[in-house]
């Protein structure tokens, strides 16, 4: 029997379920399994994790009442614009120049494969006038754990979702960047990390990573094992669950990302932005504090350092084929704010060897957004999970005001 392509990644999604339930984890319901502000709902596009050595990705679909707001589209017909916002919108929005960061390559780590991850970004990008990024022409490359393009990993739908979030929002904010997108064997974080260490292997100075568990006791040795790259700003996730730490954004060697809801309004920047209740946080318990943390209310390392649009309900446009929900789509979770944010620091220019590029925000916490509003939990009123002016745990020092803060 011919399977049609939606039977198909229905059935790979039904095998996908049975096994994780073997592996510790849990699949999450797909159609409205979160209820999200202002009256979406969402669903996770990947299992959530109970195994502190697992990770999930975090991305959360759109399953009812997208926002109809109409956004800005730049050269996009209004009439043909998919809902969520694009790139012109986070553009102005971030203050980021529509050019820049020719020929510096971000990469993207995810597990298992995305065989449209090409297709569908070609789609993304002609949607909204960018130039192409492909094989053919050097711009985007797709390699397995290993660094090979011709040994991938089995395919999945739920981190194909993923995949296609991370490689449009590299492309929103840096449409002229090179792209390499590195699939890991699975999503244990051994595979994930070695997924790192090979795309920094292969010259990438910016790597995202749209995926987060539970805190252990080894991740101090994974921070030394994957993470610890001088001269390559990684940026992590800081995860959709509220207020709580996960790893790797507790990694002392990373730009932990948070996420906040993004409106437009009438100000002089032209938006606005509050804590997004879902955005991940808090103090972690394994992990060293980096000497360019200096609150007060946690020993170890804090989480986020920074922030961008998160929020499900002021969500992104993200166009996908290799799920049951084929075409364009409306994406949030930190999952949305983690490559955005790689792709800022790639605007900004190399970093210096044998810096940490996430120390730069705080060097220059006057060239960001603050967010002194909302909460993504209960930590007692704490800076923790509060907005408050200045260095918050929700959003960090705030969101990209230009590029200047990731220089360094």
């Known amino acids: 029997m011919t399977l049609t392509p939606t039977a198909r990644r229905t ?17 999450a319901p797909y159609a409205g399994a979160s209820p999200a502000a202002h009256g979406v709902s969402t669903a996770r596009s990947c299992a959530v994790s109970t195994h502190p050595d697992v990770m999930a990705c975090k991305a959360l679909k759109v399953t009812q009442g997208v926002n109809t707001l109409k956004k800005s589209t730049g050269s996009v017909n209004p009439a043909a614009a998919p809902s969520g916002f694009g790139p012109a919108d986070l ?23 995305d065989p449209n991850a090409e297709a569908d970004l070609a789609t993304y990008r002609s949607t909204y006038g960018l130039p192409a990024c492909t094989t053919d022409n050097g711009c985007f490359s797709k390699v397995g754990q290993s660094g090979s393009a011709s040994s991938l990993p089995s395919a999945d739908a739920g981190w194909a979702e993923e995949i296609s979030l991370d490689l449009d929002m590299v492309s929103a904010a840096c449409p002229d ?61 800081a995860g959709d669950s509220g207020y709580g730490a996960e790893y ?11 996420g906040t809801s993004l409106t437009s309004d009438s100000s002089s920047r032209g938006w606005t932005e509050s804590v997004w209740t879902g955005t991940g946080s808090g103090c ?60 800022v620091y790639a605007l900004a220019g190399a970093p210096s060897a044998g810096s940490y590029p996430a120390s730069f925000p705080y060097a220059h916490s006057d060239a960001l957004n603050d967010v002194a509003s909302g909460s993504n939990g209960s930590c007692g009123g704490s800076y923790l999970c509060t907005g408050v002016s200045g260095f918050d745990g929700p959003t960090g020092l705030g969101t990209p005001n230009g590029t200047a803060a990731f220089a360094g």
């Open 91 to 113: 553009q102005s929005a971030y203050a980021l120049p529509s050019s820049g960061g020719s020929g510096a390559t971000v990469a993207i780590v995810d597990a298992y494969d």
């Open 284 to 343: 972690s318990s394994y992990d060293a504090k980096p000497s360019w943390q200096t609150d007060a209310d946690c020993g170890k390392r804090t989480i986020a350092d920074v922030s961008a649009v998160a929020d499900p309900a002021t969500g992104v446009a993200v166009y996908d084929t290799y799920s049951s929900d084929t075409g364009w789509e409306v994406f949030g979770g930190t999952s949305a704010s983690s490559p955005l944010i790689a792709a």
């Open 177 to 237: 960047c090179h792209i390499l997108l590195v699939e890991a064997d699975d999503s244990s974080m051994t595979n994930l990390g070695e997924s790192v260490n090979t795309a920094v292997s292969l010259g990438a100075k910016y790597v995202s990573n749209s995926y987060g568990g539970g805190e252990s006791s080894s991740d101090p040795s994974y921070d030394s094992s994957y993470f610890d790259h001088p001269g390559v700003a990684i940026t992590v996730s």
């Open 11 to 27: 059935a790979l999604a039904v095998t996908a379920a049975a096994g994780l339930a073997l592996s510790g984890l849990a699949l």
């Open 248 to 258: 790797p954004a507790a990694s002392q060697y990373v730009t932990a990302v948070g």
